[in-house]
């Protein structure tokens, strides 16, 4: 049997009259097991058959993910072994249970990490409560040591539960009881195990659930820690859910090339740095082909040369006992090729099942994540910062980045995809890489630190980023790593008729703090303002792509890759800076305060502004990477503005460029705009006053054709659907040699009704990279 097997007594009915999860003994790793999602997963251990928490905070807790309990009004038992294995407790927390917890979005992923329940247990005062922390009655002996908690529910008269709460020794003597009345509707859900230092929201168990409840703060400090073992569910309103374990192996990811070079990356759970794990994978034909996971990452690479590209392959990849099945799609060579792009997922909707089911609807190709797979916010419990080797960063890495792959995994199982990391996956706000050197966080990780230019985190770690996100692609150009050890990904990708380009025009981009000292910059904007962008930003040592990357890209333009015919750029950022601010503003620190305007309503005074996180900057350098993207006659693809926009890059003129398709954000909280107060000029017959021919507030040329501008729409939730969010589809159209450029909201896809059929106002936009023109 393997080893996160559940045992199940199952019925025809989904229903089970137990659910024990499997905690394994004598292994000691940071995963607490597949029937397990872990908050946060840098708090926990799995240490000998219990699962231990080794940091303290609020609503540190373990959801089982293979359980759950349902609606029908059935009794039920919930038990588990706690102990305590702080010295001490502090704050008003509690060990115990957190029953019926849900999330917003009806999806137990988002359950699991942001639902809030029913709180059961022991109050850190010793108590035992239901709901609410008992002000009186006898406490239990403190500290806990090897506490058997039962919760039993049986029905009662109306929608109520009469749920009772034991605590006994390990001889089964009676320690302590407790019983309430619990309305029916705070029990269905899942079921975490907690253990945190602050205390839920007071609540009136007997009352019907709110439909927001407020989870646990997440603070970390106080203390009180604590390991749980011998967790088990049974009784009717128990039900299985075997299908929903995730892990050991998370997700796959690939590339397959023209010359039939397969590069397959296994994202495994975080097992302990020191176990030596090997994955094994199959095709169909060929003797199985082993690969060592790689500890910091938690991957493993396989490279397979000589597939056929001409059909699709089955592959197997098993790893501790676990299987995960995909397929190697067969290269397509004529027709319509399509690249569906994303980027920038605050996890607002998380886990995006309509987004990705209308992603799906237009059965791309090939994916790209063009970066910021992860936010600081996302999963909650913040960051761990350290420009030390430290391994509780990359697990509370790997656990946000793991989001990313639950959301998507079904889709890449079966498809190729790119991902590059942007500025976010690194823990920065915003990032100038400076060639990979190490920031200076001699004043903390904030602003100035970031500002420095460079890395924040260790190159261990970004080398764990670069790993989990940019190892299936083909070996970069230049596969030399920077001087301070970290990896590098550029590379070109040849795919059926398309010639690909992967960029990184972050990790070699200057810092423009200290070259520019006048301007007095802060997170890349310039609070001096009488300092002038256009005329004084200029300087001889300022990198964009680099050497390296620029010497890539000459050869790439002028060499295109055999039996090809289109050329693509995938990188992080456009290089122009496409965004307005209000006048008397000076930073998009004060994006997120500013209005969204109801649709056909416009800001009255807004202009370009000098962002140095756009690629606006170094304009010496945007230009020659723009000119050698000219010559091959490239269209590029990014993300990273949050603002889905299409235009024609201007270097010496307006309309001397390459074509762009910057994606809208998936999610976000910094809904930037382009409302500008001056006219666009040369517009086309019947284009609004902010298409056509402008400048950026670097004067960097540009005509932009199609905007997605945020607005009020009145779609729920607001925090998500008033952002302006979604994804781009390109298409290459091999017998017109035209490239279709389409942005589409979030809730669209070509398999619904109208309205929710089309893409963006503006969008599709036609051209002919040929001659550089748009045809419509």
């Known amino acids: 049997m393997k080893a996160f097997a559940l045992l199940l007594l ?83 927390g509690y060990v115990g249970f957190e029953v019926g917890r849900r999330g917003r979005f009806n999806d137990f992923r988002d359950s699991a990490i942001n639902g809030a329940g029913l709180p059961v247990g022991v109050g850190f005062d ?329 890395y924040k985190m260790s190159t261990e770690f970004v080398n764990a980023v670069h790993r989990t996100q940019t190892a299936n692609l083909p070996e970069p150009a230049d596969p030399a790593p920077c001087r301070s050890g970290m990896s590098v990904y550029f590379t070109r990708y040849a795919y059926g008729p398309l010639d690909i380009a992967v960029l990184a025009d972050r990790q070699f981009k200057s810092a423009p703090r200290d070259l520019l000292p006048e301007a007095e910059i802060e997170n890349g904007w310039p609070a001096n303002l009488r300092w002038d962008p256009v005329t004084e930003a200029a300087h001889p040592e300022a990198e964009l792509l680099g050497p390296r990357q620029e010497a890539f890209l000459r050869r790439w333009s002028r060499n295109p890759a055999d039996n090809t015919r289109f050329r693509v750029a995938i990188s992080q950022s456009p290089w122009v800076a496409p965004q307005t601010l209000p006048k008397d503003i000076h930073h998009d620190k004060h994006v997120p305060s500013l209005p969204v305007y109801k649709p056909g309503d416009y800001a009255p005074d807004d202009e370009p502004k000098p962002d140095f996180d756009t690629n606006g900057w170094p304009q010496e350098k945007r230009n020659l990477a723009l000119k050698l993207l000219a010559e091959a006659k490239a269209v590029h693809i990014t993300g990273d503005q949050h603002l889905g926009t299409t235009g024609r890059y201007g270097i010496e003129n307006w309309r001397d460029g390459s074509w762009w398709i910057s994606t809208p954000a998936i999610a976000n909280i910094w809904p930037r705009r382009w409302m500008p107060a001056e006219e666009g000029k040369n517009r086309r017959p019947g284009d609004p006053k902010w298409l056509g021919d402008f400048d950026d507030a670097f004067g960097n040329h540009f005509t932009l054709h199609a905007v997605a501008n945020p607005h009020d729409i009145d779609r729920e939730p607001g925090r998500l659907f008033d952002r302006a969010v979604g994804y781009a589809v390109v298409t290459f159209d091999t017998s017109s040699g035209h490239v279709s450029l389409e942005n589409w909201p979030y809730w669209a896809s070509p398999a619904k009704a109208s309205p929710d059929n089309s893409p963006y106002p503006g969008w599709p936009v036609v051209i002919d990279p040929a001659s550089g023109g748009r045809v419509r």
């Open 10 to 92: 199952l019925t025809a009915t989904g229903w089970s009259d137990r659910v024990t999860p499997a905690i394994a003994p004598q292994v000691e790793r940071p995963w607490p097991g597949a029937d397990f999602w872990p908050n946060p997963a840098e708090d926990w251990e799995l240490n000998n058959g219990r699962l231990e928490n080794r940091f303290s905070g609020g609503a540190r807790n373990l959801v089982v993910l293979t359980a759950e309990l349902g609606s029908a009004p059935e009794p039920f038992t919930l038990r588990t072994t706690i102990d305590q294995i702080s010295f001490e407790t502090r704050g008003e």
């Open 126 to 454: 010793g108590r035992l409560f239901i709901g609410a922390r008992a002000e009186e009655g006898n406490p239990l002996k403190m500290p806990l040591r090897n506490i058997q908690l039962e919760l039993k529910g049986e029905p009662a008269a109306g929608n109520l539960y009469r749920c009772t709460l034991r605590a006994s020794d390990v001889s089964g003597q009676l320690l302590g009881k407790v019983a309430a009345s619990v309305h029916s509707s705070r029990l269905e859900g899942l079921v975490a195990l907690m253990a945190t230092t602050r205390l839920p929201a007071k609540m009136d168990p007997s009352t019907p659930r709110p439909a927001n409840q407020r989870p646990i703060p997440q603070q970390r400090g106080d203390e009180g820690r604590f390991a749980f073992s011998s967790v088990d569910f049974s009784g009717g309103r128990v039900i299985a859910r075997p299908e929903r374990a995730f892990g050991p192996i998370l997700w796959t990811t690939y590339t397959l090339d023209n010359a039939g070079v397969l590069r397959l990356l296994v994202q495994a759970a975080p097992f302990s740095r020191k176990a030596r794990l090997e994955a094994t994978l199959q095709l169909p034909g060929r003797q199985p082909i082993v690969a060592d996971i790689e500890p910091n990452s938690r991957t493993a690479l396989f490279r397979v040369r000589n597939l056929p590209t001409d059909q699709t392959t089955p592959f197997k990849v098993s790893l501790a006992g676990s299987d995960w099945e995909g397929s190697v799609r067969a290269i397509p060579r004529s027709g319509k090729i399509k690249i569906a792009s994303l980027s920038c997922n605050d996890a607002t909707g998380f886990p995006h099942p309509d987004l990705v089911a209308n992603v799906a609807a237009h059965e791309p190709d090939l994916i790209t994540f063009h970066g910021d797979q992860i936010y600081e916010a996302i999963g909650g419990y913040g960051l761990i910062y350290d420009q030390k080797p430290n391994d509780r960063a990359l697990v509370s890495y790997l656990r946000k980045y793991a989001m990313h792959g639950w959301t998507w995994r079904e889709l890449l199982r079966d498809r190729p995809s790119i991902t590059i990391p942007d500025d976010h996956d690194v823990f920065h706000g915003n990032l100038w890489g400076a060639g990979g050197e190490p920031s200076d966080v001699s004043q903390g990780f904030g602003n100035t630190a970031q500002d420095s230019g460079g």
